[in-house]
């Protein structure tokens, strides 16, 4: 972290804030003795961060905005959030196309190169039962997690993605982010087959990877990601619920459950294991 600026007590920053985070610039306010701090998580955005606070300091930070201008300003902040996160809007952009071609699996024609066990159409559909084909079809290890059945999947999966992969990708890195989906994609797929032959897919055992990873990374390092702790609690009590059988009871559909805990355990461990390599490197 560094330090950008310190202003007086007096000073309301909820407008500095507001900017700041529209921005997309990482950041947190601490109170210090009779004054306030504004910290950055990443350093390269130091110098639009001086600049707007400069503004604010002269007054010159507009609190709202003409419409017009707002819509300007807000096309630009999205290319902006684009540009430095390229590859988690890139992994969201395939899962949108993605499920509007299987239609949110239920066009099976486009499901079929997708799921993880061969999926046989004609005479009625039914999944091979076997692992052989992934000799000659290894992609298959992989795309189920562009598979979503049903517009609340979807929409729950898309936005945990795009503000977990975001952090990982603006506060580490594009690569860091790959490699993380890549591999919990890959474990949480097994994990969910290695409890039987059904059709599974969905983006939350990537998701459950990068919690774990982000949770457990803050905790062995000096804090970058700042994830809220109600977050992880949610999201672990989503985990046992799903165990429990209670949110398919209630009508949330079948869970993916071993392919969460496949995905949560993949994160913890790579955190674990980069933490140590990079320690390695330093010394």
């Known amino acids: 972290m560094i330090l950008v600026m310190a202003f007086p007590l007096t000073v309301n920053l909820l ?85 509007f071609l299987t239609g949110l699996g239920s066009d099976l024609e486009y499901v079929a190169p997708l799921s993880f066990y061969p999926l046989i159409l004609l005479p009625e559909p039914y999944l091979v039962a076997d692992w052989q084909h992934l000799l000659t079809q290894p992609w298959r290890l992989l795309t189920p997690v562009w598979l979503h059945f049903g517009a609340l999947h979807l929409v729950f999966n898309c936005l945990w993605w795009w503000d977990l992969g975001r952090r990982i990708e603006q506060r580490q890195s594009g690569q860091r982010l790959l490699y993380l989906l890549l591999v919990t994609a890959l474990l949480s797929n097994l994990a969910q087959a290695w409890e039987g032959t059904h059709l599974f897919g969905g983006l939350s055992g990537v998701i459950y990877g990068l919690l774990g990873y982000i949770w457990l990374w803050d905790r062995l390092h000096r804090p970058v990601f700042f994830l809220p702790q109600a977050i992880v609690i949610f999201m672990l009590a989503w985990l046992v619920l799903g165990f429990t059988g209670v949110l398919t009871m209630i009508g949330a559909g079948n869970m993916a459950n071993m392919a969460h805990l496949g995905g949560l355990l993949a994160g913890l461990a790579l955190a674990f294991l980069v933490s140590m390599i990079e320690s390695s490197a330093h010394k």
């Open 15 to 99: 407008p500095l804030t507001k900017v700041l985070w529209a921005r997309d610039i990482a950041h947190q306010i601490v109170e210090q003795g009779d004054e306030q701090q504004l910290w950055l998580i990443n350093a390269e955005q130091a110098s639009e961060a001086m600049i707007l606070c400069q503004q604010l300091a002269r007054g010159e930070l507009p609190d709202k905005p003409q419409a017009s201008q707002q819509h300007v300003a807000s096309k630009m902040e999205w290319l902006a959030i684009v540009r430095r996160a390229p590859i988690t809007s890139g992994v969201l952009l395939i899962t949108l196309v993605l499920a």
